[in-house]
């Protein structure tokens, strides 16, 4: 786990408010499973049917799971439940991407968004109730950090989306891209990551699964350790470190060349690339002088640049887009210095369901320097919040 403070990390799985009093078997791997039948005297083998019926079958009523003797569907029913979450609202963008706000089964809300791109579907997920980074440019960092989602929290967003869209049959990506720092919420991540992978799950290639990263970066190096390997993206955004820590704070603690150091060591030797992710904020970090830095950053290093247009939410975010023909121009640029390079076009806009647009904060959108007014001071200019906590 990577050293910034994070008091959820250990904590139960359930905040202490609503703690349900039958259990969740839902976002329990098959040795947790064989630890509840054990402890309801139940016999231990059926574990491994009931993680079937909840993953891969997605039938979440105990009653259904038919090849489990009735005896013991009737005390699971009495005793326990297969909780994902609820949908509680859904909003469709005029490119038919749907965003989803999620009741979450510990208490609180999500958001996830699914995008169907000629006949690609991605499911955009979130890993935490807000998050602690408190990126300068986003939305969900203004939020700062309410709780880390479980395992089964972050899983259920997939179950749900399962339930609302036609998806059984066709391939689709998993994108943790939504809410949050997934590498803050690291066990609960590789939990998921196993499940997601399991054949006996959802059954999904890790080639089919990408973390995006703000780049924390012993979390990475452990990540490269880890049985499964998910894609990795981390979000650049900025050619100096100057820049860098003034966007993203989290600069401070690993700087730019330590970062793409941990990336280049995750990908190794195989011949996969990582994703670098570049927000382009007008005047910020998208000069000419900035497309060379990024070029002489880039080249050598197993790597493609995807090149993110800023989306902006009035009243919140300081930054404008860069124009449209100033993205092209930095892709053209990267392109022709031989740098792989392509434009993520915003999916979603209009129903603030695109990068760095979910986030559940009031409707009325007040000014951005009121809001910082309510901050503690220095917070989200210095990203202080985030380095005093750290040991
Ligand atoms: N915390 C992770 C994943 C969630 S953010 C991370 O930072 O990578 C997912 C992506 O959205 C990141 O690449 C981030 O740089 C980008 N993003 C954040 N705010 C944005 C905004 N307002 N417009 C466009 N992209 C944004
Ligand atoms: Fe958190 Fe990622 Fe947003 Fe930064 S960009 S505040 S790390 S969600």
């Not at 949908?87 to 169907?116: C, F, N, Q, Y």
Request: aromatic share 6%.
């Amino acid at each position: 786990m990577d050293e910034i403070s994070n008091p959820q990390a250990t904590d139960s799985p359930f905040p202490p408010t609503r703690r349900p009093t039958r259990a969740n078997l839902f976002g329990m791997e098959r040795a947790e499973l064989t630890r509840f039948l054990e402890a309801h005297r139940a016999p231990a083998f059926h574990a491994g049917q009931i993680y079937r019926w909840i993953y891969a079958r997605r039938r979440l009523d105990p009653g259904d799971w038919t090849d489990l003797p009735k005896t013991l569907r009737a005390q699971l029913v009495a005793e326990a439940r297969a909780d994902a979450g609820r949908v509680v609202a859904r909003t469709a963008a005029s490119d038919g991407t749907v965003k989803h706000r999620i009741s979450l089964p510990g208490g609180g809300e999500v958001e996830a968004v699914v995008m169907v791109q000629s006949g690609r579907v991605t499911l955009c997920v979130s890993s935490q109730v807000g998050c602690a980074l408190r990126c300068d440019f986003c939305l969900t960092g203004k939020m700062g950090l309410t709780r880390n989602l479980t395992p089964g929290e972050i899983v259920g967003q997939i179950t749900l989306a399962h339930g609302e869209h036609p998806l059984a049959d066709t391939p689709y990506n998993v994108v943790f891209m939504g809410m949050g720092e997934p590498l803050h919420n690291y066990d609960a991540l590789t939990a998921a990551l196993r499940i997601l992978s399991d054949p006996r799950g959802f059954g999904l290639s890790r080639h089919r699964i990408t973390v995006s990263t703000s780049g924390l970066v012993p979390a990475i190096e452990r990540l490269a350790q880890e049985p499964i390997r998910p894609r990795l993206a981390v979000s650049l955004n900025a050619t100096t470190d100057e820049v860098r820590e003034r966007i993203m704070p989290i600069n401070r603690k690993y700087p730019i060349a330590r970062l793409l150091e941990a990336c280049r060591a995750y990908v190794g030797a195989t011949s996969e690339r990582f994703t670098v992710e570049y927000v382009l904020l007008d005047g910020v970090n998208d000069t000419d002088d900035d497309v060379r830095r990024l070029a002489g950053l880039v080249r050598g290093l197993p790597a493609k640049i995807n090149l993110i247009p800023f989306n902006p939410v009035p009243g919140w975010l300081a930054y404008r887009s860069s124009p449209r023909a100033r993205v092209v121009r930095v892709r053209d640029s990267l392109l022709e210095s031989g740098v792989a390079a392509s434009i993520r076009w915003s999916r979603g806009a209009d129903a603030r369901a695109a990068c760095g647009q979910l986030a559940l904060l009031p409707d009325r959108e007040p000014a951005a320097r009121a809001k910082r007014a309510e901050l503690p001071a220095g917070v989200e200019r210095t990203g202080r919040r985030v380095q005093d906590t750290t040991p």
